[in-house]
Each structure stands twice: as structure tokens, then as C-alpha cells.
């Protein structure tokens, strides 16, 4: 894309240590900028022969951000060579600089930034779930787009329980995710630029009805994507593949409607994990693979410090397990699989479905991507409804006695 | 895995002091960084890890030639002992090339180098190394405690309890005084350089 990128790649491959090391050793003045999903903007590093002189990540500056960029586990970079004009900010030796971030990074002063893997990150993503949490995409690409639209502040996209089958990008602007309940809306979600309104039902079935309602927040500008072609795309794939995609519609349908429920306080935990066995045990990934259920029901349950919560349940069809390609932030890492008595499951081959994803253009992958992202943010949502309604449970007890 | 710097024609190596928390891993670097000054480039790098200190600093061998004409630089790490500093560890040991293990000689700390030499081989193995292959030099420090009266080892017992399966070269030490420190840092250079000639050869 940009000839003057000397250097890209994934921050999971090649962690900030390591590039940091590999650019000093080279030599090379330039810029890297990290993009990282969770974050809402990009952090930059500048360098000088080698040696990194300032540094930003969203409001911080110089050392304090660069550290801060040692918390992006995931993520990508690149690195443009161009002259620096800008002031030597750092003074730190780079080798002091590693060391530092990544002492810092273990003693846990530095906040990790990704998507979650085991349940001790609850803490951090209360705090990454505040107000300025959004779920952005990745880079837009416009071969899809076949139109734009504007929207103004407040104006609704879609709503809850309409039909319509349109899918959009957002190339500018903030959306608000919310489902709509008698007492009010309750927000789900926020997402952001290169995020996709709209889910893949839309062309699994006709006359699909919206599973919830999109609110602009401040002005919008949202690119209408080429359904049409996606929908061909789509057709073509393998029927194992659609399946996949469908069942990972279910779950974000799912998780939506979970947040819905613990709001009402509808639910309980406890009467629906009885007699259940277990098939793959939170935080304990023995084996990396995937299964599909062949019959019976199986729950998708993380355990938190405020008891387990049920995020989704899963039939025939489904499948669950370590999918290689994806971040899902639930099962191996975040959640425990819980099976039916009758349950009957069979393995699957993540390979081919890795091959195919593989293959997918690029909107479309973009579109399963920021799906994953956005079923990673809602189950700590969902986890977060529950906990925060503990807290004040007490209080409406209190009030529903008067 | 060394890295070759081709426009500065150098060979960039990674030599890590590796042992159990208050070993002497930090003492023997700064006597090296004292004593050699005229060797060692840029400044010393100095973290504050809990229970140790994680040293970094660049160090130009003297008088052990070139190879393929390029010079040799060696960046010399310690790495902290406490498990939680994972990431540290991670990014010290990925492409180490030689390793220097500072035993304790104390009677008490036995079982403790044990279970460090164990860490070293379990943490190598996460990175892809095997400690039978990879250069490795043992130091037995600490042996000027003996005119004080404090019960130790045998260098005869340590070599029986840590050195029986792998058989690499040992040295006994006194980093405080500086006994011994510059034969363990040469004993390893050297192992490392003919580990790296024979990597050289095999390639060609």
C-alpha cells in the first residue's frame, strides 16, 4: 500500500522489545506507529539512528507513553523511514528502555491491551470499558463500498426489529449499540471507525430482522457496503465455513441478548449449571481444538471473581473450542464449556477453516474480525452487567420492599 | 543466534549470567564493567527487579580474534530470577548464544541452584534451546566465604550436583574480590565463538 513502510508485521509475532532492538540495530530514523484494536488511537514512536526520541499514546508523551506501548500484546506495526525533525525527547539508552518497559509490563505497572485471556484481566477491562471504549475495525477498504451516507448526532441507523438487510462501514464517527427494553435502551456496545453495523444474517436469510438498534453519536459518515457481492461471496464458501459464521452470529446474538437479560435480573446462574460435566476447563487449554455439538446443549461459562456467568449456549450445529484464526476472548482462555447430560460432540478440522479464512477478500474478513473483537468486548460486558448489578442488588431489594 | 551487523562488519552476540536470586550474577557484571572499562561501550543499564538486579551493558572482546573478519561484540544481560518477570526473561533468553551459571558455594543455597539450573534448562526448552547444546559455564562463587568460617560446598560436591550430566567447564569465584570472573566471562566467549565457528561451518 505505502511504499515508504520499510517495515510491518503483527506485535504477537514480534513484541515492541524486539523491534525496538531490531531498529536500533539497523540504525534507522524514521516512524512506528502501532495500531492496536482496543486502543482508540495509535501510538507513535520516533526514531533517530536508532535510538527512539519521542514518543505519543492518545494524551501521553515521551517515555511515559513509550512505556505505555509495551502493554499492546497484540496488534500490528509499521515502520515509514522519513526524516525526524522533532525534539529529543528521550534520553534513555534503548537497551534501558526495553529492559524498563518490560520490568514494568511484569510487575503489572503497565496496563496489558488486548483482547482477554484469562480472568484476572476483569480488572483491566472495567477500566478499558469506560466511556471512551470503542471498538474500532480495521483499515477500510473500499472496493465494497458502493456508496456513503451521513447520519447526525442521535439519529438512529437501524432499529431493533426492523427489516432490512444492509451492512455499513464506518468510515468516520461513533455508533452506539443499544437494545431496546421497556424501561429505556441499554447500551451494548461502541464502536468505531472500520467497525461493520449490520451482521452476516443479513444474507444468510431474507427478510432478516435487526437484532438491535444503532444510534449515531456525534456526526457519522458510514460507507454502504456492496451486499450483493458479499452475499455471492458468501455462496460460495464451504458449507462447514457458513455453518462457522453462522454459529458465531448466534453467540454475538447471544451475548447481546445475555445483557439484556442479566439488566432484568432474569437469570440464574446456578439452576442452569446443574449436572453438567465439564468439556474444556477455563485458563487450561490442554488441547488446541475445535469441536462441533452433534446433539445436546453445551454452555459457554466464564468464571469470574463474582461467580461464573453464562454467556451463551450452544446445539446442535455449533461449534466451540480453540479456533486458531480468531479472538474470540471466550473458550479455551476466558470460559469454561459446560455439556449437556445427552451431550454427543464430534472434532473438527481447524485447518481448512483456517485455509479459508485464509481466503477470504479482504471486507470480509474485516467483517469476521470485528465481529470477534465485538463478542470479546460484550462477554466482558456481560460479566460486567452481572457484577455491577450485585452491587447494587441490595439496594433494589430494599426498594421492591417498599 | 548472533546477529550480523554488515554495515558496521560486527557480530553481535548474547552472553546471559544466569543463577539463583543473590548469587552473585549482578556482582560479577559490575566487577566486569569496573574492571575491563576500556572493553565495555555505552553505559551500564540498570533495573530494579524485585529480590535482584537485571544488568545490561555492550562488551568489545580483546585478543580473541574476528571471525570472517567481522569483530565480535557481546551484550552481557543477567536475568531476574522471580518467576513473574516473564517477559523479561522471555525477551533476555531468546537468541542467547552463551550462558554463564553462577552457583552459590553456600551450604544453605544447594537445593536452590538445583532448582535454578532446572529453571535454566525448562526455560531454554520454551525458547527451542537445549541446555546439553547451548555453551555453558559454570562458576562456583562465593569461595572467599570459606576464610570466614562459613560452611561450603565442595567444588568436588558441586561439580557432583550440578555439573555430573552436562560436564561443561567450571570455575571457582569470588566476584566480590573479583577471583575468577574474568576466566568464567573468557571461559564462555571462548565455548560461545567455537559454538558459533562450527555454526559457520556447518552452514557453508
Redesign the interface.
Known sequence: MNESVALSGSLNFLSLGDIIQLLGSSGSTGVLRLINRYAPDPGFIYFIEGNPVNAQNGDIEELDALYSLFGWVSGSFEFTREAILADKRINKSRMGIILEGMKLLDDGQIKKVGPATTSDKAADMKRLLSKTAIVKGPLVDYMYVVDEEDFFDNEHIVEEGKHGSWIWVILEGVVDIVKEVDSGAIPIIRIGDGSFIGSMASFLLQGHIRKATAVAVGNVQLGVLDSQRLAQEYAGMSLEFRTFLTSLDKRMKQLTDRIVEYHDGSIQTTEILKDKKVLIRQAKPEEEQLYVVKQGRASVVRNTENGPVVLCHLYKGDFFGDVPFLHLGQEPEGATIYGSENIKIAKIEAVSLQMEYNRLSTTFKNIVDNMATCMSVTADIVCRSLNSKKETAADLDVRQGL | MA?F?L?KREI?CKVVYYGPGRCGKTTNLEYVFKSYKKQVT??M?S?N??GDR?L?FDFLPIGLGKIKGCDIRV?LYTV?GQV?????RK?VL?GVDGIVFVADSLEVRREKNMISLKDLQSNLKEYGKSIFKVPLIMQYNKRDLADEGIPLMSIEQMDRDLNRQLKVPSFPGSAVKGTGVGATLKGCLIETLKSLQREFKWAK
Do not use: C, D, H, M
Open positions: 546477529i551487523n554495515k553481535e555505552g553505559e543499564v533495573i527487579t524485585e537485571t545490561f551484550q531476574p513473574k518477570y516473564s517477559s523479561t525477551l531468546r
